[in-house]
């Protein structure tokens, strides 16, 4: 028996469910009442990612818009505080029940492209914290302000890069896993 395959689904399912919780916490407490706001959307929904011009505007409208600046320190306090690390944990348990190995185009996978596939995760989370402290810096005024403004849209882009991909992989060996259930089936 794999060690995977000793996770409980319904551990996966509870994870996703918390994830799916903290997610909506951050849109209806944080995310919608700041776009009523300021009438813009909060850096992090940004999904194609975004420039410094950006960076440098959301600045300006948060030195100009104290409760918007509160309601982002707010956020970045609260469930962006979590959150990363319960979907970081959420896409390891969901590889791990996968258990990612066998072949691909009838050779067998590496092990190190398999321990390259379970450091996705990882990647993404230290790059949505990477980008949670980008932007506590770039919009608190520091002397550092500028450097994390243009650190920022990389670590964003680093972030959705790497959990797009996680999911592409993820999807990619459960239908390899559910092709294989049904062979054995006939």
């Given at each position: 028996m794999n060690a995977g395959s000793r996770i409980?689904?319904?551990?996966?399912?509870?994870?996703a469910a918390i994830c799916l919780g903290v997610?909506?916490?951050?849109?209806?407490?944080f995310v919608v009442p700041f776009k009523h706001e300021t009438g813009q959307a909060?850096?992090?929904?940004?999904?194609?990612?975004?420039?410094?011009?950006t960076v440098g505007r959301m600045q300006r409208l948060l030195r100009e818009n104290e409760i918007a600046s509160n309601l982002l320190r707010a956020m970045y306090a609260g469930p962006e505080l979590i959150f990363p690390v319960l979907l970081t944990t959420l896409l390891l348990l969901v590889l791990m029940r996968l258990?990612?190995?066998?072949?691909?185009?009838?050779?067998?996978?590496?092990?190190?492209?398999?321990?390259?596939?379970?450091?996705?995760?990882?990647i993404y989370g230290l790059a949505d914290y990477g980008e949670n402290v980008a932007s506590l810096i770039a919009f608190g005024g520091s002397d550092w302000a500028d450097r994390a403004a243009q650190l920022l849209p990389w670590m964003t882009k680093l972030k959705f890069a790497s959990l797009a991909i996680c999911l592409v992989v993820i999807a990619r060996f459960a239908l390899v896993r559910a092709m294989h259930r049904?062979?054995?089936?006939?």
């Open positions: 409980p689904l319904w551990i996966i399912a509870l994870l997610l909506a916490w951050t849109t209806f407490g909060v850096l992090d929904v940004y999904f194609a990612g975004y420039d410094e011009l258990r990612p190995g066998g072949s691909y185009f009838n050779r067998p996978i590496s092990p190190s492209l398999i321990a390259l596939v379970y450091a996705l995760p990882v049904e062979e054995s089936e006939r």
